[in-house]
């Protein structure tokens, strides 16, 4: 090795201290690599977990809202079911009257339980027609179903092609099956053969196996105008401009007073297919009174029929001379004026109206049946009485000991008593009024504050 001076020597830089502090800082930016990729992976971990907590947060949050949702639910409808416990529910009445009546129907009580009688449509008729209410002309009546024969001359003398086929007995469209003569033959209002050589098809059959006899041809009923009707039937895609499907009028009474009248309406030919009806509730003076029974079809074209006085009129008359606290009168508002479709006494479907509306209905219905108590203690007949106008009997007649038994079986055996249903009538307006919300705050039964009792008065089945 050459020799270097001392001077020269400690001019020269040193190496090596500069390849250890290169090492040095070399390590150290790889340790301080590591930690930065230590901390992202912890950042991203952090986050990772903070947004699986913050979804579960939400779900958390989305389930605690859907269980006090529900819980809202149930407290509102346990105040309901107080509410409709405490004080007249129209619900609690028909569940406790559909109760009643099948207890009669299935002890054979029918000849002194007046709402077990209603069902038989040909009755009702006969009764609607003692007190001078129309009813659809009957052309020809049955015993069985077996016996029915569809003759070409059937109706003609009347000039009638339309019809409809039915049974004594059967409900919500059961039975029920409208019809047209034409130059091939009976055929349903869809276009499908109805009978063969006069006998009845098998699909048509069907429908009249699930009902009652006897069994019985009416007229087709036209609506009073094409104003608000629905449109004509259509058979084998043609329509049909003679045939147009009048609306149901249901008018729910209590002893002569209208609780309320839900007008029902059908497109096209489907008119036994209830999910196909639209409606529109109305009170006795035709105000419209909203949507009272919630998740209905509603439409808002369906107007008061123009013979409202006279349909209001019919309703109230059977009504009162049925002779129970309740009953729905159907009727059509036809060319010829109100024509009676039948009394139910127990509607079926959904009646799960409106708080405030359902203790409306109920408190009429129990007035009703204080009127009512009152008239047969003053001397009103019990049970269905009949008009002093004539009326046709469709049903067979029967001996002095069938009426005579301990439990007279069918229509003939039961008592068709005549007498002036209005003689001892009391009017819904008679009934006292109920107490001021004062006064009922002011009570108590038994220590507990008394309920604001009977809320309902006329004037709450006013539209809102």
Avoid at 387 to 411: F, I, K, L, M, N
Wanted: charged share 25%; hydrophobic share 35%; proline share 7%.
């Amino acid at each position: 090795m050459p020799h270097v001076p001392p001077g020269l020597r400690r001019r020269i830089p040193g190496i090596g201290w500069r390849d250890r502090k290169i090492a040095f800082l070399e390590t150290r930016v790889d340790q301080l690599a590591a930690s930065r990729q230590e901390l992202q992976d912890l950042l991203s971990a952090a986050r990772t977990s903070f947004r699986e907590r913050l979804q579960q947060s939400h779900a958390e949050k989305a389930r605690l809202r859907e269980e006090l949702q529900e819980t809202q639910r149930r407290l509102e409808a346990a105040e309901e079911d107080r509410a409709r416990y405490r004080r007249s529910s129209f619900k609690a009445k028909l569940s406790s009257h559909i109760a009643a009546v099948n207890t009669a129907k299935f002890s054979g009580w029918q000849a002194t339980s007046p709402a077990t009688q209603l069902p038989f449509k040909l009755r009702s008729y006969a009764l609607a027609q003692s007190h001078g209410v129309r009813i659809p002309t009957v052309h020809r009546v049955w015993e069985r179903a077996e016996d029915i024969r569809l003759e070409d001359d059937l109706g003609s003398a009347d000039g009638v092609d339309h019809f409809v086929l039915k049974a004594d007995g059967g409900h919500s469209g059961l039975a029920v099956v409208p019809l047209r003569r034409t130059a091939h033959g009976w055929e349903t209002l869809t276009g499908h053969r109805a009978s063969k050589d006069g006998v009845l098809e098998a699909p048509v059959m069907r429908r009249l196996d699930r009902a009652r006899g006897p069994f019985f041809l009416e007229s087709f009923l036209q609506p009073e105008s094409a104003s608000g009707s629905a449109p004509g039937a259509v058979a084998d895609g043609v329509p049909d401009a003679e045939v147009r499907i009048p609306e149901d009028i249901k008018v729910y009474t209590a002893y002569g007073e209208i609780l309320q009248v839900l007008v029902m309406r059908t497109q096209g030919v489907e008119i036994m297919d209830r999910k196909s009806f639209t409606r529109r509730y109305f009170d006795a003076q035709a105000r419209c009174l909203g949507e009272v029974l919630p998740g209905a079809a509603y439409d808002d074209t369906i107007t008061a029929p123009r013979q409202w006085a006279d349909l209001m009129a019919a309703a109230r008359r059977l009504s009162v001379a049925v002779g129970t606290p309740f009953v729905r009168v159907d009727l059509y508002a036809t060319q010829d004026g109100p024509v009676l479709g039948e009394l139910t006494p127990t509607p079926g479907g959904a009646q799960e109206y409106l708080l405030d509306h359902d203790l409306a209905l109920g408190a009429a219905w129990m007035r009703a049946e204080v009127r009512l108590s009152r008239d047969i203690a003053r001397g009103r007949p019990a049970g269905t009485l009949f008009g002093p106008q004539e009326y046709t009997w469709w049903y067979p007649e029967v001996d002095a000991d069938a009426r005579d038994s301990a439990e007279p079986q069918g229509p003939s055996t039961w008592p068709r008593l005549q007498a002036e249903a209005q003689k001892h009538f009391t009017a819904p307006e008679e009934t006292g009024q109920r107490p001021t919300l004062e006064e009922s705050q002011g009570s108590t039964v038994d220590g507990v504050p008394a309920p604001h009792q009977d809320a309902a008065t006329p004037s709450a089945l006013s539209p809102r």
